[in-house]
């Protein structure tokens, strides 16, 4: 007999070591399930080639989770040079080979002309849309078409491994990079092709890989312990400015009302009352903090 799941309201975030092989999507679901949480969604994909950092929200915590796709990145990624494939990555088709005569040196050389302000053509093969249609659609259909190239920054690349046609890269980079396209326009500088064929996230924004879990980890706990593993509501926030208020300020605050702003405070505020967050406010008219996304959390 088939018994009908029961969600709950599960508020909170999730830092998670994606599994390779699972979309963004089916790792969200999978910890949902996990949670029994009514709500869900994530930060930002990761390629189903890529593991690592996911955070996920649930209940309450959905309504940050945008201010996170704006955070910097941190990847470890593996090349392999010599050879040259249609999506950039180890999932697409071989369009070119060529002898890897490189050295350490020449490694060396060649990235520092990719850190800083550099512009990027998207992959044919991505999620991008062009009349409504992901690009990776066309691609399967042998179609492309003209993409505009995008503003990124590359904060910093370090060569953690080289060996024969092998290397190992950390990369510290803005929103919108895409490593794939950086694997290949380093092998095409080097004149001997590349195409990644790993990926691991490490960092997003303020949050790290080394207080993620795994979705096998979780699948092995009991609730208590699954719970435990979860980070609170303003887990995204902790980059913002605490403004805390109290009594009536604080009912008029939750109401959607305006409150005095303090002084020195520009841009997204988190709002507390009592130590815990009833909100995000941004400064309006008349110099008072105005409520931008309030939050309702069980007791």
């Given at each position: 007999?088939?018994?009908?799941?029961?969600?709950?309201?599960?508020?909170?975030?999730?830092?998670?070591?994606?599994?390779?092989?699972?979309?963004?999507?089916?790792?969200?679901?999978?910890?949902?399930?996990?949670?029994?949480?009514?709500?869900?969604?994530?930060?930002?994909?990761?390629?189903?080639?890529?593991?690592?950092?996911?955070?996920?929200?649930?209940?309450?915590?959905?309504?940050?989770?945008?201010?996170?796709?704006?955070?910097?990145?941190?990847?470890?990624?593996?090349?392999?040079?010599?050879?040259?494939t249609d999506s950039g990555d180890a999932?697409?088709?071989?369009?070119?080979?060529?002898?890897?005569?490189?050295?350490?040196?020449?490694?060396?050389?060649?990235?520092?002309?990719?850190?800083?302000?550099?512009?990027?053509?998207?992959?044919?093969?991505?999620?991008?849309?062009?009349?409504?249609?992901?690009?990776?659609?066309?691609?399967?259909?042998?179609?492309?078409?003209?993409?505009?190239?995008?503003?990124?920054?590359?904060?910093?690349?370090?060569?953690?491994?080289?060996?024969?046609?092998?290397?190992?890269?950390?990369?510290?980079?803005?929103?919108?990079?895409?490593?794939?396209?950086?694997?290949?326009?380093?092998?095409?500088?080097?004149?001997?092709?590349?195409?990644?064929?790993?990926?691991?996230?490490?960092?997003?924004?303020?949050?790290?890989?080394?207080?993620?879990?795994?979705?096998?980890?979780?699948?092995?706990?009991?609730?208590?312990?699954?719970?435990?593993h979860l980070q609170p509501v303003d887990?995204?926030?902790?980059?913002?400015?605490?403004?805390?208020?109290?009594?009536?300020?604080?009912?008029?605050?939750?109401?959607?009302?305006?409150?005095?702003?303090?002084?020195?405070?520009?841009?997204?505020?988190?709002?507390?009352?009592?130590?815990?967050?009833?909100?995000?406010?941004?400064?309006g008219a008349g110099e008072r903090l105005?409520?931008?996304?309030?939050?309702?959390?069980?007791?």
């Amino acid at each position: 007999m088939h018994v009908k799941k029961t969600w709950k309201q599960v508020d909170g975030v999730l830092l998670l070591d994606k599994p390779i092989g699972f979309t963004s999507n089916d790792a969200l679901q999978k910890a949902r399930r996990l949670f029994s949480a009514a709500k869900g969604g994530h930060t930002g994909t990761l390629d189903p080639l890529a593991t690592g950092l996911l955070p996920l929200c649930f209940g309450e915590a959905t309504k940050f989770s945008a201010d996170l796709l704006d955070a910097d990145k941190t990847y470890e990624a593996v090349l392999k040079l010599g050879v040259t494939t249609d999506s950039g990555d180890a999932e697409g088709k071989v369009t070119a080979t060529a002898p890897v005569n490189v050295a350490r040196a020449d490694i060396e050389r060649v990235l520092p002309q990719f850190t800083g302000p550099i512009q990027q053509i998207p992959p044919m093969h991505s999620a991008l849309k062009r009349d409504g249609r992901p690009l990776y659609e066309l691609a399967r259909q042998g179609i492309e078409v003209e993409r505009e190239a995008r503003a990124v920054t590359i904060h910093a690349i370090d060569l953690l491994d080289f060996a024969g046609d092998g290397v190992t890269l950390r990369v510290a980079c803005s929103k919108g990079t895409y490593i794939r396209v950086l694997a290949a326009d380093i092998g095409a500088q080097l004149g001997c092709g590349a195409h990644l064929t790993a990926l691991r996230r490490t960092r997003v924004g303020d949050l790290d890989l080394d207080r993620a879990v795994t979705l096998a980890e979780l699948e092995e706990l009991d609730e208590a312990g699954r719970l435990a593993h979860l980070q609170p509501v303003d887990a995204l926030l902790h980059s913002l400015p605490l403004v805390e208020v109290e009594g009536e300020a604080a009912q008029r605050f939750s109401h959607g009302n305006p409150v005095e702003l303090p002084a020195g405070l520009s841009g997204k505020i988190r709002v507390y009352a009592n130590g815990r967050l009833i909100g995000i406010g941004e400064p309006g008219a008349g110099e008072r903090l105005w409520p931008k996304r309030l939050v309702q959390l069980a007791d």
